[in-house]
T-cell receptor, first 114, second 115 residues
Framework: AQTVTQSQPEMSVQEAETVTLSCTYD???????LFWYKQPPSRQMILVIR??????QNATENRFSVNFQKAAKSFSLKISDSQLGDTAMYFC???????????FGTGTRLQVFP | NAGVTQTPKFQVLKTGQSMTLQCAQD?????MSWYRQDPGMGLRLIHY???????DQGEVPNGYNVSRSTTEDFPLRLLSAAPSQTSVYFC??????????????FGEGSRLTVL
């Protein structure tokens, strides 16, 4: 069975600083995708970043980047220059190619302080 | 652009009552799904559909029914609500045949309270 683990229920960071959220997953498959979704207080789920497992290069989206370690089955999210608007719940998610299920972790609540 | 629309946004039910959460998308997506979100448990898949007339169970299907008569609509039915079904429900869709990357487009969620 595929599982996603986020071991940090809550984190905090000061504005303009850098924070890293951890995610590990378990699968025996070789073709899959990994995601980070953001859920602000508005409750809307927003895609932050996506990583294809076959790509060795780490994905980046502006201030958001990932550290994808396939052998270790680790997929951490780094937020640089944190902003107050980054305050949200962050979910790591995992999708095996040719399946129909996106599996989510339990989430990390991030608070950005001024 | 409407995207994925869920109704109602909020609902309070009494134990044993039935109701339907509506979900509609205007993006011609083949894939639609329902998740529930509970504190400390993330999002868990209830049911999903890969096209009109096709549905399948996810991780937590008990107590819920779905149908997919059109590409646009994917309602979630609670036949006899229980307090354990108090949760926030999300409908999500994706263009299943477009690379099948797993990226989902979410509705705004529906908060359901069962007393």
């Amino acid at each position: 069975a595929q599982t996603v683990t986020q071991s940090q229920p809550e984190m905090s960071v000061q504005e303009a600083e850098t924070v890293t959220l951890s995610c590990t997953y378990d699968t025996s498959e070789s073709n899959y995708y990994l995601f980070w979704y953001k859920q602000p207080p508005s409750r809307q789920m927003i895609l932050v970043i996506r990583q294809e497992a076959y790509k060795q290069q780490n994905a980046t989206e502006n201030r958001f980047s990932v550290n994808f370690q396939k052998a270790a089955k680790s997929f951490s999210l780094k937020i640089s220059d944190s902003q107050l608007g980054d305050t949200a719940m962050y979910f790591c998610a995992f999708f095996v190619y040719n399946t129909d299920k996106l599996i989510f972790g339990t989430g990390t609540r991030l608070q950005v302080f001024p | 652009n409407a995207g994925v629309t869920q109704t109602p946004k909020f609902q309070v039910l009494k134990t044993g009552q039935s109701m339907t959460l509506q979900c509609a998308q205007d993006m011609n997506h083949e894939y639609m799904s329902w998740y529930r979100q509970d504190p400390g448990m993330g999002l868990r898949l209830i049911h999903y559909s890969v096209g009109a007339g096709i549905t399948d169970q996810g991780e937590v299907p008990n107590g819920y029914n779905v149908s997919r008569s059109t590409t646009e609509d994917f309602p979630l039915r609670l036949l006899s609500a229980a307090p354990s079904q108090t949760s926030v429900y999300f409908c999500a869709s994706s263009p299943r045949t477009s690379g099948r990357t797993g990226e989902l487009f979410f509705g705004e969620g529906s908060r359901l309270t069962v007393l």
